[in-house]
């Protein structure tokens, strides 16, 4: 199984690259056998059918790059030190990971739990598997979204990487939440740190207008790929920008068996739209001194 699959335009028209880093369900047989979990439960992590949602954008000159396998494998949308040592068998002295907040949570590079809180490993896992998947995955994807993103930049002087993901609705964690107000849509910028704040208001804008709900940056306010790759906050780089869409699953598919609903279709309509309004639109949404 190849890492990655790249949905390319037949007449690339602008630098615009649309990521599905969580829409991937493969799961090696290997890992299957040392699992202690039922692997369907692990789809439920992912971003179920965003890679679909985003097939079209190709007719509107953009690029979509989309992971082939399950992030509870590898998540690529994380920082390759993200790890949890505890999961491994180390010898010696444990090399000095990032202990974040994710990896707390078991949601590391590697996942250590499921959505619903379970341990997927029965067992620690053998030290050489780091390197291995990280090989085997992580390192291909990311050197794939850098060649494009740096085959746009040198063509365009601008790249603009659109990470697209979704979460659960209210009703599907918890019944109780349902009377609270959840937006359809999350656009994280890192609170203008990724992306110019006019991009992320005109995006917003746009779906707003096609009767989204949108808010910014909370609780979504972008991963790993929209803070690495998105460098407006750097004078020296502000044409390189990234943003994060977060879209409730509820609007598109029935959350508990993972099929789409009669939203999938306008939803991905809208997505496509989306590209070639940019497509159009995108050069005059920037001054000469931000490099566009």
């Not at 085959?151 to 990487?161: F, S």
């Not at 659960?168 to 740190?193: E, H, W």
């Not at 939803?267 to 070639?276: A, F, S, W």
Request: charged share 20%; hydrophobic share 30%.
């Amino acid at each position: 199984m190849q890492p990655y699959t790249i949905f390319r335009p037949d007449n690339q028209t602008n630098a615009l690259i649309f990521n599905s880093p969580h829409s991937g369900t493969y799961l090696p047989e290997g890992f299957l056998k040392i699992i202690s979990i039922d692997p369907e439960i692990l789809h439920f992590s992912g971003d179920i059918l965003v890679d679909q949602l985003i097939s079209d954008v190709p007719l509107c000159g953009a690029t979509g790059l989309i992971n082939n396998f399950a992030r509870t494998y590898v998540d690529t949308n994380r920082a390759a030190d993200e790890i949890d040592s505890e999961m491994f068998h180390i010898p010696g002295q444990p090399p000095k990971y990032n202990n974040t907040d994710k990896v707390a949570r078991g949601f590391g590079v590697f996942s250590r739990k499921s959505y619903n809180g379970l341990n997927i490993y029965p067992e620690k896992l053998p030290f050489s598997e780091i390197n291995r998947r990280l090989d085997q995955v992580y390192y291909p994807v990311h050197k794939a979204l850098n060649h494009l993103l740096e085959a746009r930049l040198n063509k365009y002087n601008y790249y603009l990487l659109i990470d697209c993901h979704s979460m659960p609705s209210y009703q599907f964690i918890d019944p109780r939440f349902t009377s609270n107000m959840q937006a359809d849509l999350v656009i994280g910028d890192c609170f203008n740190k990724s992306c110019s704040p006019e991009l992320s208001r005109y995006m917003g804008a746009y779906f707003s207008n096609h009767g989204l709900n949108v808010t910014y940056n909370k609780p979504y306010s972008g991963g790993f790929n929209t803070r690495h790759y998105g460098q407006y906050d750097h004078k020296d780089a502000n044409n390189q920008q990234a943003i994060q869409l977060e879209f409730k699953r509820s609007l598109y598919m029935d959350e508990r068996s993972l099929k789409p609903n009669d939203g999938f279709l306008p939803l991905r309509d809208i997505i496509t739209g989306l590209g070639e309004d940019l497509n159009k639109n995108i050069s005059g949404l920037f001054s000469s001194e931000q490099g566009f």
